[in-house]
């Protein structure tokens, strides 16, 4: 009887309201809910006990009723907790230092590495490369840098600094 008059209140809450969403909560494991309710979905389909994909955390009662609200937390963590932060190592290249490099290897004697290298190809070819990355490291500065494991490449300190203003904007306009 009482699942009948329920049944019943769900279907004409339904066809009044039919642009809302109902949440029914309780213990449907015995019960077939496509021949009771078949415009209704079940969206749990798994175990809430157990050893399953979430973890099952108790919370308080939904009005009077006598059941408890679950809420469901993943099992996996995070990127951001599986991993520590990486503290890498960059070089930034401050202004004027490409034209700088430029007039230091405008004034190299090149034709030296040759002379020096005599017919080994690989030693000509190393001093030359050992050279440029000299030259690129005495123009640059270098600076450490902490990366997380979810943060996107392009978003430079710059770019979270506009996006962090353009947030407290928003947030300034629909409050005021």
């Known amino acids: 009887m009482l699942k009948r008059l329920c049944v019943r209140s769900m279907e004409l809450l339904a066809s009044c309201h039919p642009d ?5 909560a309780g213990d449907f494991n015995h019960a077939n809910h496509k021949s009771v309710l078949p415009k209704f979905h079940q969206y749990v389909e798994f175990a809430t006990r ?3 994909e979430y973890r099952a ?11 408890i609200s679950v809420m469901l ?11 520590k932060p990486v503290v890498k190592l960059v070089k930034t290249w401050p202004e004027g ?18 002379e020096a290298a005599t017919t080994d190809l690989e030693e000509y070819m190393s001093s030359v490369t050992s050279y440029i ?15 997380c494991s979810n943060q996107k490449p392009w978003m430079t300190a710059k770019s979270r600094d506009c996006l962090q203003s353009w947030r407290q904007g928003c947030l300034k306009n629909s409050t005021g």
């Open 20 to 24: 809302r969403l109902f949440n029914i």
């Open 50 to 52: 157990g050893v399953n």
């Open 57 to 67: 955390v108790p919370r308080p009662h939904l009005g009077y009723s006598d059941h």
């Open 73 to 83: 937390i993943p099992a996996y963590r995070p990127l951001i907790r599986r991993f």
């Open 97 to 114: 230092a490409v034209s700088a490099l430029q007039d230091c290897f405008e004034c190299t004697d090149w034709d030296m590495f040759r």
């Open 133 to 147: 990355s000299k030259c690129t490291d005495d123009m640059t500065t270098s600076k450490s840098i902490t990366t």
